[in-house]
């Protein structure tokens, strides 16, 4: 009974971690974006970003992945043979990539804040794809355990990667033909 409990609220930890480093990367790059807009709107939005990103960080991703880690030992110690499944390990590796990124926002939000990030809006939108491969790699293994079949597992994750990225540069390709008809238009 506990053990269940435990992985309810691991799966809780799950849901809020994502949805606030989801979102985090997504005002990064509204923040980031603003930069090309005139005063005050820029000064403006971006204060009101910051705020934004720091509540985010300290009061849904942060306390989202210390419920989710806590919850997950909890669960290792009830079944001491877990440790020893190949899918776990597997999990843990993506597990700490997970926590690099974690706190490489973390860092990003840092360099926002003494205008030193060297990140572009374009270059955001794919880092923010990241963590979408890792939460259907990380669930997947969940979910089949060992019973993975991993070769065609990654080819799909590949095939997935691919798309996001073409996605990325025809979306960037259309804003950009809008901007320029908007310019047309204005003169
Ligand atoms: C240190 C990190 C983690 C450890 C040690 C860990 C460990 C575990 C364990 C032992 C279970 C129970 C498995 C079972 O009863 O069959 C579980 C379930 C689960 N975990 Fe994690 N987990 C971690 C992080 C994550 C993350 C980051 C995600 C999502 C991206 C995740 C998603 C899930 C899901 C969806 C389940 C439910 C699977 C099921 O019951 O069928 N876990 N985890």
């Keep these: 009974m506990a053990y269940l409990w435990l992985k309810v609220f691991h799966i809780v930890g799950v849901v809020v971690w994502f949805s606030g480093l989801f979102y985090l990367v ?6 980031v974006e603003a930069s090309g807009r005139p005063e ?17 960080l300290n009061i849904i991703a942060t306390p989202g992945m210390i419920v989710t880690l806590v919850m997950a030992m909890g669960l290792l110690a009830s079944d001491r043979t877990l440790i020893h499944q190949q899918w776990l390990q597997l999990k843990l590796g993506l597990v700490l ?10 860092k990003i939000f840092r360099n926002l804040s003494s205008e030193t990030c060297g990140w572009t809006g374009q270059q955001l939108r794919l880092l923010n794809e990241l963590p979408t491969v890792l939460l259907i790699a990380v669930v ?3 979910i089949f355990k060992d019973g993975l079949p991993i070769y065609s597992a990654a080819l799909g994750l590949i095939g997935l990667v691919l798309l996001m990225i073409l996605a990325i540069y025809f979306y960037a390709k259309k804003r950009r033909i809008s901007q320029e008809v908007l310019i047309v238009e204005a003169n």
Excluded: T
Excluded at 40 to 56: F, G, I, T
Excluded at 98 to 106: D, G
């Design 140 to 142: 997947s293994l969940a």
């Design 26 to 31: 997504r005002l990064f790059i509204y923040d």
């Design 40 to 56: 005050p709107a820029k000064s403006l939005l971006k204060s009101q970003y910051r705020v934004m990103e720091k509540r985010l």
């Design 97 to 106: 990539l997970l926590i690099l990124y974690h706190f490489y926002c973390r």
